[in-house]
């Protein structure tokens, strides 16, 4: 698979864990291609946490309005009914426990639900954001992401590198396959088709548990 090709399997993937009515914040990057692959009939409320619930897609090219950006500072739209608020207001909802589902990016996680994402050390980083906040307050956190980082596991035993939030984890979906986290550690539940159990462990850094019940990934 390329690049464009991985994105796709994850975030239809992905997708398939949202309802309808769910109220749901998703990551830079990745997990806003999410909405283009929402079954027909299951409509959600994107929240952004600068302030903003009701979230649309994208503009169009040259129908950008500088008013309105998402958390990455990316462009957006918005639907009707949609609510514009202060960042404190935004953040009493996710601390609130008003956020359904927050679906991230991950640099690396861990078979105890810990979550690196915000910083290598030594790089320049911008600061943590909303992440944190939001790994807590959301009732379920799923990450999307690459199995892999240059061919290196950034699925471990241990997260390497400083934590977001230690065991908020619910799920990860990568391309290779779906996971879930448990008190006895991470269970493979799905696995895509192009990959077999054993290439799958071998470029995860925590052994896996195999489901009894392991599955096809679903799409």
């Known amino acids: 698979m390329d690049k464009n090709q991985i994105r796709e399997v994850i975030a239809r993937r992905a997708a398939l864990e949202l309802k309808d009515g769910d109220v749901v914040n998703l990551g830079i990057g990745l997990p806003t291609l999410i909405p283009n692959f929402l079954a027909p009939g299951v409509k959600v409320t994107l929240q952004s946490e600068n302030g903003l619930l009701g979230m649309g897609p ?9 008013n309105f950006t998402n958390a990455g500072g990316g462009f957006i739209t918005y639907f009707p009914g949609a609510a514009s608020f202060d960042t404190a207001l935004s953040f009493s909802i996710i601390r609130g426990g008003h956020v359904d589902v927050t679906i991230l990016g991950a640099l690396e996680a861990d078979e105890k639900g810990n979550l690196a994402n915000w910083m ?10 909303g992440a944190m906040d939001l790994i807590v307050g959301a009732k379920r956190v799923i990450l999307a992401m690459e199995h892999t980082t240059k061919g290196a596991p950034k699925i471990l035993t241990n997260c390497n590198l400083p934590l ?41 850094g925590a052994k896996l548990i195999i489901s009894d019940k392991l599955i096809k990934m679903r799409s």
């Open 120 to 129: 290598i050390p030594g790089k320049k980083t911008p600061g943590m954001g």
């Open 164 to 204: 977001t939030a230690q065991g908020q984890v619910n799920m990860i979906i990568t391309e290779m396959g779906v996971m879930d986290i448990t008190p006895e550690g991470i269970v493979l539940k799905e696995i895509h088709p192009d990959f077999t159990v054993e290439e799958v462990q071998q470029v995860t």
């Open 58 to 66: 994208a503009p169009e090219p040259g129908k950008e309005d500088k």
